[in-house]
């Protein structure tokens, strides 16, 4: 039972890794330890910025990406995962390299949204600035309207929320990341969220389900129903 090898592709940030990890231990049925999944995880911080990367042309994270993935190659894992919603732009680049599958957290929303959320026409999405800008949600959710907070409170509340002197990067997960995400949810709610998308994996270490008034939906919970259900050797 719970053979298979999962591997973690981390360290965007370091937190959201570590949170991922604990939710696939915490979902997993077991009775003792020998029947938890065995995981590895290389939570490499020193890939480069991917919002950076791009929006302004700062140094790119593939080599740093795929280093990493191959370095879960070499472990044997049977599939893996990128807990970092940003690095997906670079999702084929990276899964090129290798020659397990690496699950992509997109597919695996837009597949639950439609399955638990089929009547939801308009949905909110927190997230870095990059994602947004790269336009991956409405790629995946074509089937609603996609919407995004003003571009004063993606700056003012998100982006400061995650990478301000007080923000989740920098370790604080109080009240004032919290108030600034809740804001920005309200925000999208009043302009029509039927449900809001945790796009940022950082945003789910403080953003929870009962600081919002519509469902929300965390992308790593997601994620983390998928690899444990995943099998070898039936794809993706």
């Known amino acids: 039972m719970n053979d298979k090898i999962i591997g973690i592709i981390g360290g965007m940030g370091p937190e959201a890794t570590a949170d991922l990890f604990m939710k696939i231990i915490q979902k997993t049925k077991v009775e003792k330890d020998q029947d938890h999944f065995r995981i590895i995880i290389d939570n490499n911080p020193k890939i480069p910025d991917r919002t950076k990367a791009i929006l302004y042309g700062g140094e790119s994270p593939v080599e740093e990406l795929i280093k ?3 370095n879960l190659e070499k472990a044997g894992v049977d599939v893996a995962c990128i807990p970092c919603m940003t690095s997906h732009y670079f999702i084929q680049e ?3 390299s290798v020659s397990y599958p690496i699950i992509n957290a997109f597919e695996v929303v837009r597949k639950h949204i439609i399955k638990h959320y089929p009547n939801v026409k308009k949905i909110g999405v927190l997230a870095t600035t990059g994602t947004v800008k790269m336009g991956m949600y ?3 959710l074509e089937f609603a309207k996609v919407i995004y907070p003003s571009s004063t409170i993606q700056e003012e509340k998100v982006m400061e929320a995650i990478y301000g002197e007080k923000g989740i990067k920098r370790g604080v997960k109080n009240e004032i990341p919290l108030n600034l995400l809740r ?3 309200k925000h999208l709610i009043s302009q029509g969220a039927e449900l809001i998308i ?8 403080v953003l929870k389900q009962e600081h919002v008034e519509v469902p929300v939906i965390d992308p790593m919970d997601v994620l983390a129903d998928e690899l444990i259900k995943y099998h070898p050797g039936e794809g993706e």
């Open 68 to 70: 990493t993935a191959k």
């Open 94 to 96: 990276i899964q090129k």
């Open 138 to 140: 409405e790629k995946y």
């Open 183 to 185: 804001d920005a949810a």
């Open 198 to 205: 945790l796009g940022c994996t950082e945003i789910g270490l």
